[in-house]
């Protein structure tokens, strides 16, 4: 495992760096304790990563599910008892992954994948502008279109401008310079530009700014624009921020209800992460799905009895591992183990850190997922491609993830419908001497009731005193439906004076009285 050591260290501190303020972000926008979120981190770095087999998904805490914890502790009443729905939960998908729940994964269309991505890679640009600028309004871990401040994601762009920071924005900037400078030029010229990565030298370049700024009043930055991580005054009060979950409720439907819920949308997050991930992995490793949902549950089980909030794999933490060139779940498991020691020994250096420069970070991430030319590739690759590529892309900028991929899914699905009706038989029309039709109409191995449509529409076309000639040599399995629609044809077909000779391995019929003999054979090996 510490083959690539050299790659995955590096690597962690970048994904150490996005999680950082994401973890704070999405605890804040689930309202449950800042340490919550962190505590979540932690656990889906070092547990859920050792136990995956993953080699380069990240787990953590999930935008994706923030409404859900915000309205669970509501309705439940206290942490305490959402803690054990969050439990409860990672039995469940322990369970699915035992039963081998996690095949769904390989279901999902490329097109809808990629559309995800994309769909990230634009919202994460979007949602770090404000930052980037300084705006301390806007929330760090909500990536809803509608926010949870009642703003939606372009109506807090158009706010920054009455609330821009200069000192802020300069950092940014600078920031961003770095890590172009060292993306594009000085990773290329040695080494220990490759040892020593781009976002570790802007980091260290805000906080030395920070610290400096704090003497002109103009270019200062705010405590509200800085990391804010909870800092414990003793060991005591570091233990004293571990929450644990109340097995009171264990009876109570609610508690089942929710744990269900946070169950099947971490597991269909996770499982639609890990096809994403595997697409970006330069070595095109295959996650095994069921493994996957086995680690998770566990990672949940451990995260909800000390206080943390449920855990997904997550794309964003994932992809700026492959673009900062981890190998291995190594660099999972340590940026795991940088967050707890950071929490632990440097809170007070953390929280000199500017946001802004941890959003220049984000920004680069963002353009690397949703890069101009994937469009114009998607484009050219036909409506079939583009139309669910483009729907999800659209669903995740103004709705959710959920919302996107869904959309992306139902929009995949009426493809698969349109195809398989465009192509469940091969068609082929030929004049012969004496100047009658004959129809030649090959059946593909498995039709079903889906292409009822077009097989009604060619039978309809036969023209009187025509030949049709059907050959159902490969055909497996032919739908009952279509049974009926054939047996039906044969009156109209004596009304046009139409002869039917069927093809198959059984030999050749004319005019057969039953299509039904000639199907639903087992298949051939």
Not at 84 to 102: E, M, P, R
Not at 404 to 427: A, D, E, R
Request: with cysteine; aromatic share 10%; proline share 4%.
């Amino acid at each position: 495992m510490f083959k690539h050591i050299k790659k995955d260290l590096p690597a962690s501190i970048v994904v150490f760096f996005v999680a950082l303020p994401l973890c704070l972000g999405i605890a804040l926008a689930s309202g449950a304790p800042l340490f919550s979120g962190l505590i979540a981190g932690i656990v889906g770095g070092i547990v859920v990563g050792a136990l995956s087999k993953s080699s380069l998904g990240v787990s953590g805490p999930a935008a994706g599910l923030a409404a859900i914890v915000l309205a669970a502790i509501a309705s439940l009443g206290s942490y305490q008892d959402f803690l054990l729905a969050v439990v409860l939960s990672g039995a469940i998908q322990i369970l699915f992954g035992v039963l081998k729940a996690g095949i769904i994964g390989y279901y999902f269309p490329s097109s809808v994948i990629k559309g995800m991505l994309t769909g990230i890679g634009i919202i994460i640009i979007l949602k770090q502008i404000p930052h980037f600028f300084g705006y301390t309004d806007s929330p760090i871990g909500d990536w809803n279109f509608f926010q949870l401040d009642g703003e939606n994601t372009f109506s807090a762009l158009g706010n920054i401008f009455n609330y821009i920071s200069p000192g802020s924005t300069l950092i940014a900037l600078f920031a961003m310079g770095i890590l172009i400078l060292w993306d594009s030029v000085l990773s290329k010229k040695g080494k220990i530009f490759k040892l020593i990565q781009g976002p570790l030298v802007a980091v260290a370049v805000g906080i030395i700014f920070n610290v400096i700024s704090q003497s002109f009043d103009s270019l200062s930055i705010a405590p509200g624009l800085l990391v804010n991580v909870p800092v414990p005054d003793s060991f005591d009060s570091f233990i004293g921020q571990f929450t644990f979950p109340s097995f009171r409720m264990i009876g109570n439907m609610e508690i089942w209800v929710t744990a269900f819920t946070l169950a099947l949308v971490a597991s269909l997050e996770t499982l639609l992460c890990v096809e994403a991930t595997d697409k970006l992995d330069p070595h095109k490793r295959t996650t095994p799905t069921n493994r996957e949902l086995f680690a998770q549950g566990t990672g949940n089980v451990v995260s909800g009895l000390i206080g943390g909030l449920p855990i997904t794999q997550v794309i964003v933490r994932s992809s700026a591992n492959i673009q900062s060139g981890g190998q291995t779940k190594l660099s999972a498991i340590l940026h795991g183990g940088l967050l707890l020691i950071s929490v632990i020994i440097i809170p007070k250096v953390l929280n000199l850190i500017p946001l802004s420069v941890l959003a220049a970070i984000l920004f680069l991430v963002g353009y690397k997922l949703a890069k101009p030319q994937l469009f114009v590739q998607m484009y050219k690759a036909g409506w079939k491609q583009s139309v669910p590529f483009f729907v999800t892309v659209t669903g995740i900028i103004f709705g959710d993830l959920l919302i996107g991929i869904t959309l992306g899914l139902l929009v995949g699905i009426c493809v698969i419908l349109i195809k398989s009706y465009q192509n469940s038989y091969f068609l082929h029309k030929e004049d012969v001497a004496d100047g009658s039709k004959t129809v030649k109409m090959t059946l593909a191995e498995e039709v079903t009731f889906i292409n009822k449509g077009a097989i009604i529409k060619e039978l309809n076309k036969l023209e009187d005193n025509s030949y049709l000639i059907m050959d159902v040599t490969k055909t497996h399995y032919l739908d009952n439906d279509i049974v009926e629609i054939l047996d039906d044809f044969k009156v109209k077909a004596e009304e046009k004076n139409i002869n039917i000779k069927i093809i198959s391995e059984r030999g050749i019929v004319e005019n057969p009285e039953s299509y039904q003999q000639f199907f639903n054979k087992p298949k051939t090996a």
